[in-house]
T-cell receptor, first 112, second 116 residues
Framework: KAGVTQTPRYLIKTRGQQVTLSCSPI?????VSWYQQTPGQGLQFLFE???????NKGNFPGRFSGRQFSNSRSEMNVSTLELGDSALYLC???????????FGPGTRLLVL | GENVEQHPSTLSVQEGDSAVIKCTYS??????FPWYKQELGKGPQLIID?????GEKKDQRIAVTLNKTAKHFSLHITETQPEDSAVYFC???????????????FGSGTRLQVQP
């Protein structure tokens, strides 16, 4: 099976802009989670979607949002970008309630 | 919520030596503990996991041990090779209050360097 794919892999934006990142889970996986990874804060959970519904949400401001489509693909959006949003954004998928999740390669976002 | 502490933050070993990374967790309801390896420019890759009903699990040169009483778990890599050099993350799955769901909390990572 193909792994989790994320697009784009790299992105440069300026403060105040918005950005949309995309994630395609492993075929058959219905749960998609998003994480932000920075050197200072490590891996932080953003949100999880399952069957097009947000199941869990981490402690991030409302500028961070996401959605999941009927084919389980997911997007996350960050509006009004700040310098501190520069990070590696990781998507992970799993089949369902079980906890074994698999990560994609990430999208590296740089905000100037 | 769950808190996972990971030590050491950096570890340098000679090729062929063993490496041990330790994590402690706070929530006694945590029941699943995966370990991930992240190489430069890549996403974390699951290398081994253990559930709370098991004390030890082994996969070739990698093993994980779990002590539920002390609430700590460890990753052991034997006969280390240069390609083992990466950042390793531990995680614990704990219940989210009043939801019936669970979430993974990650440790801060250990940068392992294997010197040839």
């Amino acid at each position: 099976k193909a792994g989790v794919t994320q697009t784009p892999r790299y992105l440069i934006k300026t403060r105040g802009q918005q950005v949309t990142l995309s994630c395609s889970p492993i075929s058959g996986h219905r749960s998609v989670s998003w994480y932000q990874q920075t050197p200072g804060q490590g891996l932080q959970f953003l949100f999880e979607y399952f069957s097009e519904t947000q199941r869990n949400k981490g402690n991030f401001p409302g500028r961070f949002s996401g959605r999941q489509f009927s084919n389980s693909r997911s997007e996350m959006n960050v509006s009004t970008l700040e310098l501190g949003d520069s990070a590696l954004y990781l998507c992970a998928s799993k089949e369902g309630p079980q906890e074994t999740q698999y990560f994609g390669p990430g999208t590296r976002l740089l905000v100037l | 919520g769950e808190n996972v502490e990971q030590h050491p933050s950096t570890l340098s070993v000679q090729e062929g030596d063993s490496a041990v990374i330790k994590c402690t967790y706070s929530d006694s309801a945590s029941n699943y503990f995966p370990w991930y390896k992240q190489e430069l420019g890549k996403g974390p890759q699951l290398i081994i996991d253990i559930r709370s009903n098991v004390g030890e699990k082994k996969d070739q040169r990698i093993a994980v041990t779990l002590n539920k009483t002390a609430k700590h778990f460890s990753l052991h890599i034997t006969e280390t090779q240069p390609e083992d050099s990466a950042v390793y993350f531990c995680a614990a799955s704990s219940p989210i209050m009043d939801t019936g769901r669970r979430a993974l909390t990650f440790g801060s990572g250990t940068r392992l360097q294997v010197q040839p």
